[in-house]
């Protein structure tokens, strides 16, 4: 992971790039990611087209096919506004991947590096470009939170220390640590198809772990790990309620304009 320089001023206008799983499973963390971007005074484009990053292809060992599905996105963003995905994952994607998908193809591999050097995760977003505080907040009811990043989004974006540094803000909010933290969920995209059996033992662990804290509930900025856990939760009848980390920031912080 490299250290990256943030703008000193926030900007005015901002796309958002929702990721296939948020459109598809968990719209809500899409429409409160919206929400956040806009109270902060940004006004939010969402291009109608976009699809997938290509990471499931990707990761599969598939890149004409990542290539093909990411090649789909790049004319999507044309204006140089910063580009925030509610996914640590397929921002890392977006970010670290893309520009070496075109790097046989100079002009496609430029535009892909423009779009990468303004890709941004929304939790980053918020703590490093747009300095969100929550300083004059009511605690509200509180709630003790276990914190699940994702392997990807931890390693390539970091993402971990900006989802901590936003959770611990809270007022009312107490984040517990578990044995398993920075353990996979097992989810990994297509790994969980092909590796059923262990991929299940995986989440199995994960979700006994973070029971074990007595935790209200799990806060996950990526949606694969969040139907992952959340699932096995469920059919485990374990109680661990999950939420995305746009929908719990916005509920927690008065979810008002």
């Not at 990256?4 to 459109?23: E, K, N």
């Not at 429409?31 to 006004?43: N, P, Q, S």
């Not at 929550?134 to 390539?156: I, M, Q, W």
């Not at 772990?209 to 374990?238: F, K, P, Q, Y």
Request: proline share 6%.
């Amino acid at each position: 992971m490299q250290s990256r320089q943030y703008p000193t001023t926030a900007p005015s206008q901002v796309y958002l790039f929702g990721t296939c799983l948020v459109d598809l499973f968990v719209p809500q963390a899409g429409l409160d990611a919206v929400r956040l971007l806009e109270r902060e005074g940004l006004t939010v484009h969402f291009p109608r087209g976009q699809s997938c990053c290509g990471q499931p292809a990707y990761s599969s060992g598939n890149p004409e096919q990542a290539r093909k599905v990411a090649r789909a996105q790049l004319d999507l963003f044309r204006e140089p506004w910063p580009i925030i995905v509610p996914s640590g994952s397929c921002g890392g994607m977006m970010r670290h991947h893309w520009p070496t998908l075109f790097a046989e193809d100079p002009e496609t591999a430029a535009l892909a590096s423009d779009i990468a050097s303004r890709t941004y995760e929304l939790a980053e977003f918020l703590l490093n470009v747009l300095h969100v505080r929550f300083d004059d907040l009511p605690a509200g009811d509180h709630e003790r939170v276990v914190l699940h990043t994702s392997c990807a989004a931890r390693r390539e974006m970091g993402t971990r220390v900006h989802g901590v540094a936003l959770v611990d803000a809270l007022p009312g909010v107490t984040r517990v640590e578990h044995e398993r933290e920075s353990e996979c969920c097992g989810f990994g995209g297509t790994f969980s198809l092909k590796h059923a059996d262990i991929s299940g033992a995986m989440v199995r662990d994960k979700v006994a772990s973070a029971c074990a804290t007595g935790c209200d509930r799990l806060v996950s900025a990526d949606c694969g790990c969040l139907l992952n856990i959340g699932h096995a939760a469920a059919h485990a009848g374990a109680p661990l309620p999950v939420e995305h980390l746009a929908s719990f920031l916005w509920r927690r912080t008065g979810g008002a304009a």
